[in-house]
């Protein structure tokens, strides 16, 4: 499913989670010394900032997705 947005999209929010330290959380991988109530803030954090960062018709086919990897994943396929 194309959901339209762009590698120059994808590249400007990943940047944007870099930016913000918050980009491992894509990964899927909690890093080790991490607990898990700071992982799951991580991942609702990312959550978050990758949808405010689609156009509406996109963020419609993402809205229900919660991992971050689940909403990256569909917005590259």
Partial sequence: MDLGISTYGKRRVKDLLVQQGMVKALYGKQLKG???MD???LEVK???????CLADDVMYHVMDEEPPTAIWLKLES
């Fill in 39 to 41: 992982w799951k803030d």
């Fill in 46 to 52: 990312v959550a978050a900032t990758i949808r405010l």
């Fill in 34 to 36: 991490m607990n898990n």
